[in-house]
């Protein structure tokens, strides 16, 4: 096959800039379109999303094969109207250019969020439905650009694909970074709304870029078994007599995967093939073979089994009733998926803002005061932020503390990546721990550097 001509939408951002730079690192042939130049080794067009024509354009003068498109306003923006404009209009144009031109990949940038309600999400996978009431404008237009996306898979000749990373971070974030730091000069790190005992995602710029080129890679690859449709006997099988899986689908779903742990470093779960011994009169070779196996960080869950119910989304009576069902994009399928991308390592909310406050200590050392923790809890901050709100509205002045904010730090919000594991092959390259290292290490050089105002707030 030709080599694939990339187009990331949305290239000098925080996002799109290292997926430029990946996909660069390797060789690939990219070009960039946005309405910010940020770039000068790299083929740049500028333009604007919703107006399909400028697309089009663009899409045939590169000879693009391959678009990802990470376009998107950044949280927070007082405005709404821009969100639909370029998270869902603008994503329906980019649909439609691409169909038009022929190319045959579309990898969407979406959002945890995008089922986020405002109420805890605790390992869901990718069967959780958008929610009925939005928690607010940016989520429900990254829901709507999804859901178009995901309803243009093999139309026209175009195969599309959605990721969903959650609380991305990292070089180039201006936004988290900016607020933690504004708090740390302010001397306001000893406050905290919450008990702390809610789990929160985030996830590195780099691992996101990461499994947005797994994605590119593997959209157009085969599923592992053909479509229900195509089999001679496909009127035999039944809801009673499920269609068997084919020796390539067992191997995704079957070996069990390892635990996560580039931070907290890996651990045993103890078997009967690998094992600690206990007190015994005689060891045998054999008990010596299963503490060796325990022993082994080369098998660190090698003999762990993988246990799962028919309720489980990877389980082989789920996939085999996607068959029936949706024969065209079981969940072993790429194309006309969602996958969530995180760290696969939540962290509580306030233990991730005291880790970075830490790291700025340690490059601004005597700039805050050590201080207890001031602890309000979840529905007096909701008092309070609800009174402020009030107070701004009537000032005309932004409020400190809204209720969005309190929810926010307060809410379990974390996902279950394993359909990306199996699925892409997705596994986080860089740890939780050395993303905050680095993230803070570049804001710190900024902000010498005159780049981050030093009056907190701006």
């Given at each position: ?5 990339y ?5 000098s951002?925080?996002?799109?800039r ?7 690192a390797?060789?690939?042939n ?41 376009a ?27 169909q ?8 969407y ?20 439905p ?19 996306v ?41 406050f ?36 229900l ?25 079957g ?24 007190p ?7 008990l ?9 960080p ?7 089994p993988?246990?799962?119910?028919r ?38 909310f306030w233990?991730?803002?005291?880790v ?10 005597g ?17 309070v ?7 701004g ?6 409020a ?39 993230m ?18 701006h």
């Amino acid at each position: 096959m030709a080599p694939e001509s990339y187009l990331v939408v949305g290239g000098s951002g925080f996002l799109g800039r290292h997926i430029v730079k990946q996909l660069l690192a390797r060789g690939d042939n990219v070009s960039v379109f946005d309405i910010v130049q940020r770039y000068h080794d790299t083929p740049f067009y500028s333009g604007d999303i919703s107006e399909k024509d400028q697309v089009l354009s663009v899409l045939k003068r590169c000879g693009t094969t391959c678009i990802i498109h990470t376009a998107s306003p950044q949280h927070g923006l007082k405005d709404p109207s821009l969100y639909f404009k370029i998270n869902v209009d603008g994503t329906k144009s980019v649909i439609a250019a691409a169909q038009e031109a022929g190319v045959r990949k579309l990898i969407y940038t979406s959002s945890a969020g995008a089922v986020f309600a405002g109420t805890d999400i605790v390992d869901a996978d990718e069967r959780v439905p958008y929610p009925e009431k939005p928690f607010d404008a940016y989520n429900e237009s990254k829901a709507n650009g999804e859901a178009a996306v995901l309803a243009a898979n093999r139309q026209g000749g175009l195969l599309t694909v959605a990721l969903r990373p959650a609380g991305i971070y990292g070089p180039g974030d201006r936004q988290m970074m900016q607020g933690m730091y504004d708090v740390f000069r302010k001397g306001q790190t000893h406050f905290q709304i919450g008990d702390n005992n809610n789990l929160f995602d985030i996830t590195y710029v780099e691992n996101v870029a990461y499994a947005h080129l797994l994605a590119a890679d593997k959209l157009d690859t085969p599923p592992p078994s053909k479509p229900l449709s195509q089999w001679p006997d496909k009127d035999e099988y039944s809801l009673e007599n499920l269609p068997p899986l084919t020796q390539e689908e067992r191997n995704i779903l079957g070996p069990a995967l390892p635990h996560i742990a580039l931070t907290t470093k890996p651990r045993r779960i103890p078997t009967s093939a690998a094992r600690p011994l206990g007190p015994c009169l005689n060891v045998t070779p054999e008990l010596e073979k299963i503490e060796q196996r325990f022993r082994d960080p080369n098998s660190v869950e090698k003999d762990r089994p993988t246990v799962r119910t028919r309720f489980d989304q990877m389980s082989e009576y789920t996939v085999a009733r996607a068959k029936i069902f949706n024969p065209e994009a079981t969940p072993l399928s790429v194309d006309g998926q969602a996958f969530f991308i995180s760290n696969g390592e939540p962290i509580y909310f306030w233990d991730l803002a005291r880790v970075i406050w830490r790291h700025l200590d340690g490059i601004f050392p005597g700039q805050r005061k050590e201080r207890s923790p001031f602890v309000m809890p979840k529905s007096v901050g909701m008092l309070v932020a609800g009174l402020l709100e009030t107070i701004g509205w009537v000032t005309g002045k932004e409020a400190t503390l809204t209720k969005f904010r309190v929810t926010f730090t307060c809410v379990n919000r974390w996902h279950n990546i394993e359909k990306a594991r199996r699925v892409l092959g997705y596994e986080p390259p860089v740890s939780a721990q050395d993303g905050i290292k680095r993230m803070v290490e570049w804001f710190a050089e900024e902000v010498v550097a005159g780049n981050v105002s030093e009056k907190a707030g701006h």
